[in-house]
């Protein structure tokens, strides 16, 4: 069983950056992703960043690619989200996962098995 619990979120004004962590308790098996999701209010939740646990693999929607980088380090068990030049509409509730091993779709949140309670991000506009 894995556990994640986000951290980091908070209000930023638009241009300014935010780093999110994850801290994972529990095995996360080494050929497993980690990813990020959103969820903005009315609007279903989505990926944004993935990362592969067994090599050096991020994946990006096109919404945060050049802006978010994701990490893992494995030695602490937790995937940051680092985010710059945010912009009002990456406005939403932000969520961490993690598969139980190979996926096929990296920003499926159907490939991912376990969830935090996720962290709130605010750029007004």
């Known amino acids: 069983q894995v556990q994640l619990e986000e951290s980091g979120g908070g209000s930023v004004q638009a241009g300014g950056s935010l780093n999110l962590s994850c801290a994972a308790s529990g095995n996360i098996l080494r050929g497993s992703y980690l990813g990020w999701f959103r969820q903005a209010p009315g609007k279903e939740r989505a990926g944004i960043a993935a990362?592969?646990?067994?090599?050096?693999?991020?994946y990006y929607s096109d919404s945060v690619k050049g802006r978010f980088t994701i990490s893992h380090d494995s030695a602490k068990n937790t995937v940051a989200l680092q985010m710059n030049n945010l912009k009002p509409e990456d406005t939403a509730m932000y969520y961490c996962?993690?598969?139980?091993?190979?996926?096929?779709?990296?920003?499926?949140?159907?490939?991912?098995?376990?969830w935090g309670q996720g962290t709130q991000v605010t750029v007004p506009s």
């Open positions: 990362i592969f646990t067994g090599g050096p693999f991020t």
């Open positions: 996962a993690a598969s139980r091993g190979m996926v096929g779709e990296m920003l499926s949140e159907y490939e991912y098995a376990y």
